[in-house]
């Protein structure tokens, strides 16, 4: 199972696109996981027609967002439970909160947002995946999202870096 997972896209404010490099992973994904800060329902609209679409709201998500994604979301695949939240809130690392959300229902992977940096480590018997920013990677050198391939084999995890919108 191919997933892609993307967060912080604050589309259409940082870009009204979607990036080439994106949108050759969307081929063959069976789904995608999006944690938060959408900015508009519009990016889901798009992403829908590629494969089913999953994911949370971020802190600066609309109504017709969060309508339509709840604050935290725990899914079963493959044997795996994923547990995806934005990471957003006061004190702490977003880290920190993210993994305090699934701390009474633990998960294998745990995926969220917020920073803009990627993350790919574990913590204890989580994985922790942060996909960084496809539109806005602030003082990071490239931009990013992820891919996460599931099977009985197990857990496959990788970031895709690109630095431009450009093919």
């Not at 027609?49 to 017709?64: F, K, L, S, T």
């Not at 574990?122 to 996909?131: D, Q, R």
Request: proline share 5%; no cysteine; hydrophobic share 35%.
């Amino acid at each position: 199972m191919k997933i892609i997972v993307v967060s912080d896209t604050h589309m259409p404010k940082k870009s009204k696109v979607l990036p080439e490099r994106f949108l050759e992973e969307l081929g063959d994904a069976d789904a995608i996981i999006h944690a938060g800060d959408w900015q508009t329902i519009d990016l889901y609209e798009k992403l829908k027609d590629y494969a089913p679409v999953y994911g949370v709201y971020g802190n600066v998500d609309g109504e017709e967002v969060r309508r339509r994604f709840p604050y935290k979301k725990q899914l079963n695949w493959k044997g795996y439970v994923i547990g995806i939240v934005h990471g957003h809130g006061a004190k702490k690392t977003t880290e920190k909160r993210a993994l305090e959300t699934f701390e009474e229902n633990p998960v294998d992977i745990l995926i969220y947002g917020h920073s803009h940096i990627p993350v790919l480590r574990y913590f204890k018997k989580t994985l922790l995946f942060n996909p960084g920013s496809l539109t806005d990677k602030r003082r990071l050198p490239v931009y990013s999202f992820g891919k996460l391939t599931l099977s009985e084999e197990g857990i496959h995890a990788e970031h895709i870096f690109f630095h431009s919108y450009e093919n």
